[in-house]
C-alpha cells in the first residue's frame, strides 16, 4: 500500500470506478481497431498497411476521449499482423513488402492504453473473399490446438496459483 503521508500515490484497482472506466474505454477502442484490421486483411494487401491501420484507429480514437486532461494515451502494443509461419508479433518497417494473399491464416495483435491502464487484444482469422468460409485441414488443426492449449492455460488461472519456473 502506498504511504500518503510519504507522498506515495495510493494504489489504483478496479473498486476505482475511473480505473475500470479507463479499462472499458481502451477496450473498446481495441475492439475497433481489431475490426478494421480484419477488414482490411484482404488478399494482395500489404501487412505494414493493415498495421498502419490499426495505429492509426487507435491513435485517432485516443485523441477524441478524455480531452482537456493530462494523461497519455495511445498505443500500447503496435499493431502486427503474422501471416501463416511468421509466428507472432510482425510489425514490419515502412518499406516492407510482405503481402496477405487469400488462404493465408493471419494472428493479429494490438494494444490500447489510457494514463497507463491497457488493453490488447488478439485475433486469429482466415484470409478468404468468402465470407461463410471455414478452416479446414491442417490450419483447422492448428487452430483447434491453439484453442485447446489456451483452454488448458486458463483453467490453470485461479487466485492464488503462481507461475514455478524452477
Sequence with gaps: MADQENGEQPELDLSDDKVVTKYKAAAEI???AIAAVIEACKDG???VDACRVGDELIRKECANIFKGKQIEKGVAFPTC???????GHFSPLADNTTTIKEGDLVKIDLGCQIDGFIATQAQT????????A???GKAADLVEAARTAFNAAVRLIKPGNTTNWQ
Design 81 to 87: 499482423v503474422s501471416p501463416n509461419s511468421i509466428v
Design 134 to 136: 471455414t478452416i479446414t
Design 30 to 32: 481495441c475492439n475497433k
Design 125 to 132: 482469422i482466415l484470409v478468404t473473399s468468402d465470407p461463410d
Design 45 to 47: 494487401s500489404k501487412v
